[in-house]
């Protein structure tokens, strides 16, 4: 007789655990149902339009040069090429130059005349935006002249992206 109550006892453990488990899925098909998290949108044209106005709300136009110096690396380097400036839209109060490492350099554009200080860095890129605000340049004094031999241009490539300020005043 007791071996009887014994085993079930045992069983007992067993149905409770089964009981849990069909509770448990029961329980996420109920959210399933609910939520429907398989369905698609109504009308996912509407998606595409929300995503194409913002786009245009808030998206910048930015343009980057790369420029890979040929000569040994120099402190500070200036250099004229007004096919540069007509062609990237650059100008003294929307340009930003970067190392390789994504480090800001002081750099300054005066008419067509670019100055930066290269930090003794091979190469930077030259970032052109309407919405980038240049960071005010320190003299940039006593900087090697390079000529078209002594530097190579990269491809001008314009990237659409959003701006976090044009972002803010459209959250506000």
């Known amino acids: 007789m007791d071996k009887i109550k014994s085993k079930t006892k045992k069983a007992q453990g067993h149905i409770e655990v089964i009981i849990s488990f069909v509770i448990f899925l029961g329980f996420l098909v109920f959210l399933v149902i609910i939520f429907e998290p398989f369905k698609s949108p109504t009308n996912p044209g509407i998606v595409d ?6 786009d245009k709300k808030v998206g910048v136009s930015v343009k980057t040069i790369s420029i890979n110096l040929n000569a040994p690396p120099i402190r500070c380097i200036r250099f004229d090429n007004p096919n540069l400036t007509a062609d990237s839209g650059c100008t003294p109060t929307t340009i930003i130059v970067k190392d390789k490492d994504e480090k800001v350099l002081d750099s300054k554009l005066d008419n067509s005349m670019f100055f930066v200080n290269t930090n003794n ?8 935006g309407s919405s980038l605000e240049a960071i005010p340049p320190l003299p940039l004094i006593g900087c090697t002249e390079l000529t078209n031999v002594n530097y190579s241009l990269g491809i001008i490539v314009e990237k659409n992206l ?11």
Do not use: A
């Open 49 to 54: 339009s929300v995503l194409v106005n913002l």
């Open 121 to 128: 860095q091979k190469f930077f890129t030259i970032y052109c």
């Open 162 to 172: 959003w701006s976090m300020e044009k972002l803010n005043l459209f959250d506000s």
